[in-house]
């Protein structure tokens, strides 16, 4: 069974202070690791997929790195508007669902 | 583009009643996605089609839930009865898997059951 484990579940930070959030992740031939970025009220926004150890994807002042076991979102001098849940989610195998993990809530304060 | 189109957007009921909950995906989606989200179990899985056919109904939590796809641009979610632990917000995905697994979450409907 896939599993999603995400720390911290919850971040406070200062405007500008950089910092990482955490997933943790076990499945049977990955086939794919998501980020999610959830605002109140709305529905899971995509953000990236990464498919292979070693890769990186960037957009603003987002990144995100794959290991075999996990995958890290750096957040780079955030900015109040980066508050949000950002969700990880994997898949393997055959399967075409995505299992979720618990997400990790994001404040940064101005 | 339009994105995955969900109604209503809030539903409140009473215990007993069925409630109806549609989603509309993003044109040329093969695949379409229901899930719940509470603060307690976090975003689950009810069931998802391929090409309009049910593949995996083994997250919906027991008969009172249903799930139909007549064609590909429209899917419901029956819940019958409804029952006040059903309350939760439920998304509807949509994914275009001939390339890639990514999925587009609609803006949700809010469940409220008393």
């Known amino acids: 069974e896939d599993q999603v484990t995400q720390s911290p579940e919850a971040l406070r930070l200062q405007e500008g202070e950089s910092s990482s959030l955490n997933c943790s992740y076990t499945v049977s031939g990955l086939r794919g690791l998501f980020w999610y970025r959830q605002d109140p009220g709305k529905g899971p926004e995509f953000l990236f997929t990464?498919?292979?150890a070693g890769e990186e994807k960037e957009k603003e002042r987002l990144k995100a790195t794959l290991t075999k076991k996990e995958s890290f979102l750096h957040i780079t001098a955030p900015k109040p508007e980066d508050s949000a849940t950002y969700l990880c989610a994997v898949t393997g195998g055959s399967a075409r669902q995505l299992t979720f993990g618990s997400g990790t809530q994001l404040t940064v304060l101005p | 583009d339009a994105g995955v189109i969900q109604s209503p957007r809030h539903e409140v009921t009473e215990m007993g009643q069925e409630v109806t909950l549609r989603c509309k995906p993003i044109s040329g989606h093969n695949s379409l996605f229901w899930y719940r989200q509470t603060m307690m179990r976090g975003l689950e899985l009810l069931i998802y089609?391929?090409?309009?056919?049910?593949?995996?109904d083994s997250g919906m939590p027991e008969d009172r839930f249903s799930a139909k796809m007549p064609n590909a641009s429209f899917s419901t979610l029956k819940i019958q009865p409804s029952e006040p632990r059903d309350s939760a917000v439920y998304f509807c995905?949509?994914?275009?898997?001939?390339?890639?697994?990514?999925?587009?979450f609609g803006p949700g409907t809010r469940l409220t059951v008393t």
């Open positions: 990464l498919y292979s």
């Open positions: 089609f391929n090409n309009n056919v049910p593949i995996d």
């Open positions: 995905a949509s994914s275009d898997t001939n390339r890639g697994m990514e999925q587009y």
